[in-house]
T-cell receptor, first 117, second 114 residues
Framework: GAVVSQHPSRVICKSGTSVKIECRSL??????MFWYRQFPKQSLMLMAT?????????EQGVEKDKFLINHASLTLSTLTVTSAHPEDSSFYIC?????????????FGPGTRLTVL | SQQGEEDPQALSIQEGENATMNCSYK?????LQWYRQNSGRGLVHLIL?????REKHSGRLRVTLDTSKKSSSLLITASRAADTASYFC??????????????FGTGTRLTIIP
C-alpha cells in the first residue's frame, strides 16, 4: 500500500509555456500533499504544502503565481509551472500523507523531470 | 535553508564492507528519517527514529540519534552493489499549521564497488 504516482515522468517544453504535473495517491486518501524541487546532485527543497480543499502554503522564496498548486481531491494534487523558463528545469517530486494508517508518514512519488528549452 | 548537513558528501567502499553516513541538524526535531534515492528516481523511506529514541535497527540498517549533539548516523552493514544510491536524512518539525514538515539534508552519494 501507500503508493504515490506522478505524471508525466518526463516533460520537455518550450520557454514561455505552462506545464502541469499530476500527483496521485493510489491507495489512500491524502489529506496533505507536498511538492519538492531537486536540482542535479542537490537535496530536495520543499516548495509548498497543500491540504485538500484549501490554499497551498508556499515556502519562502517560492512564487505562488508561478507555481500553481491545486489539491482538489483527496487523491490528486497538481503543480502547474506557468510561463516556464530554462531556470525552472528541475526534478519535481511530490509526497502525500493522510488516512488512518498513513497520517504521520510521507510517501513519495517517482518524480517528474522537467526540461525547459 | 538546509536544516541538515551530511558527511561525507560521497563515499565509495568495497562490497561487503560497512558504510556509515552522518547527519547534523540545527533545531529541535520531532523525529528524523533516512531516505534512499536511486539516480533520477523518487525517494524510498528507510527508517524513522523518534526524538526520544537513541538507536533503531531495520535489517542491515542501524540508525543512531544523539539529540544533545543534534546528529544522527546511518550504518549499512555488509554492503551490496544494490545499495549504491544517494542517502538523505530528513528532520521533521511541526509547522505553524500543524503539518509535519520534512527538511532534507545535503545527502551522501554512496557507491558500492563490486
Amino acid at each position: 500500500g501507500a503508493v504515490v504516482s506522478q505524471h508525466p515522468s518526463r516533460v520537455i517544453c518550450k520557454s514561455g509555456t505552462s506545464v502541469k504535473i499530476e500527483c496521485r495517491s493510489l491507495d489512500f486518501q491524502a489529506t496533505t500533499m507536498f511538492w519538492y524541487r531537486q536540482f542535479p546532485k542537490q537535496s530536495l527543497m520543499l516548495m509548498a504544502t497543500s491540504n485538500e480543499g484549501s490554499k497551498a502554503t508556499y515556502e519562502q522564496g517560492v512564487e505562488k503565481d508561478k507555481f500553481l498548486i491545486n489539491h482538489a481531491s483527496l487523491t490528486l494534487s497538481t503543480l502547474t509551472v506557468t510561463s516556464a523558463h530554462p531556470e525552472d528545469s528541475s526534478f519535481y517530486i511530490c509526497s502525500a500523507r493522510g488516512g488512518e494508517t498513513h497520517y504521520n508518514e510521507q510517501f513519495f512519488g517517482p518524480g517528474t523531470r522537467l526540461t525547459v528549452l | 535553508s538546509q536544516q541538515g548537513e551530511e558527511d561525507p558528501q560521497a563515499l565509495s567502499i568495497q562490497e561487503g564492507e560497512n558504510a556509515t553516513m552522518n547527519c547534523s541538524y540545527k533545531t529541535s526535531i520531532n523525529n528524523l528519517q533516512w531516505y534512499r534515492q536511486n539516480s533520477g528516481r523518487g525517494l524510498v523511506h528507510l527508517i524513522l527514529i523518534r526524538s526520544n529514541e537513541r538507536e533503531k535497527h531495520s535489517g542491515r540498517l542501524r540508525v543512531t540519534l544523539d539529540t544533545s549533539k543534534k546528529s544522527s548516523s546511518l550504518l549499512i552493514t555488509a554492503s551490496r552493489a544494490a545499495d549504491t544510491a544517494s542517502y538523505f536524512c530528513a528532520t521533521v518539525l511541526i509547522s505553524n499549521f500543524g503539518n509535519e514538515k520534512l527538511t532534507f539534508g545535503t545527502g551522501t552519494r554512496l557507491t558500492i564497488i563490486p
